[in-house]
């Protein structure tokens, strides 16, 4: 994939890490439905890539994201055309295809929130796997302000992330949080200063890409089935990805690494 044709997202490919600005700054980042297009197209692209172990996110500009146009909802334009039942068909051709895309991803993720993550752009970062903030990070489920719904999947993602006592407080008040509310109620998994973001979103990447890509992919999608399954589901599945995972190269890499006190070096097999 030609990572230089997008008009919508800057990306790039380094060291393993896959690098995915949203790149609408004169619209604080707010999704339409070309930028959608590009988005899922290249977390497809990156899921069946060997080369990307794993996938940072970050915004243009001041903002992470605004969550949905509102230039477009006020003229009833592309996702936002139509009556109800179009809206709806509308949601589902449109916004909806960003958590299916998220929620398949055997690579791991983590969101950069150098600014505002507003409704569904709270929601992507809460779809991301880890979360890195700033002094400038700032969340808000304002849907309820709007006298609309999360129907980017908001209600199955942020519970996710904070328990669901705090995302019904942040769904029914629409309120906006500021940077260390959100290290507090457990959204972001650091926070430090903007100066210091980009370096620290690097360094997370680097620690990560450096894993047994096979061992990462299985363990983070044993995560994601654990959080919805029962005991013994959760069992089975791991006893089959450790009967994989023991009979690959990386796992006898591994071990030769430990006895040998050097740091692995993991191909993917």
Not at 8 to 35: G, T
């Amino acid at each position: 994939m030609d990572l230089s044709t997008f008009q919508h997202l800057k990306c790039e490919l380094k060291n393993h890490q896959l690098w995915v600005m949203l790149n609408r700054e004169e619209a604080a980042n707010a999704f339409h439905l070309p930028m959608i297009d590009e988005l899922v197209s290249v977390l497809e692209w990156a899921d069946c890539e060997d080369e990307v172990r794993v996938i940072v996110f970050r915004g243009a500009g001041k903002n992470f994201c605004a969550g949905g146009d509102v230039a477009a909802m006020e003229e009833k334009r592309e996702m936002f055309s139509g009556e109800p039942d179009q809206l709806r068909r509308n949601y589902q051709k449109g916004i909806q295809r960003i958590p299916k895309a998220m929620e398949a991803l055997q690579k791991p993720t983590i969101a950069l929130m150098n600014g505002a993550a507003i409704g569904a752009g709270c929601d992507f970062a809460c779809m991301s796997d880890l979360r890195i903030g700033c002094e400038f990070t700032k969340v808000g489920e304002t849907f309820t302000r709007l006298a609309l719904v999360p129907g980017d999947g908001g209600t199955f993602f942020l519970p996710r992330v904070v328990g669901y006592t705090k995302a019904m407080e942040m769904f029914m008040t629409g309120r906006i949080y500021k940077a260390q509310q959100c290290l507090e109620m457990g959204l972001l998994n650091e926070l430090v200063s903007s100066k210091e973001l980009l370096e620290k979103g690097e360094q997370l990447a680097k620690e990560i890409a450096q894993n047994a890509p096979v061992a990462v992919q299985m363990t983070k999608k044993a995560l994601k089935i654990s959080h919805l399954k029962d005991l013994q589901t959760s069992l089975d599945l791991l006893a089959a990805f450790q009967g994989i995972t023991q009979r690959t190269s990386d796992h006898f890499e591994g071990l030769d690494a430990l006895k040998e006190k050097r740091s692995p070096i993991f191909k993917g097999n």
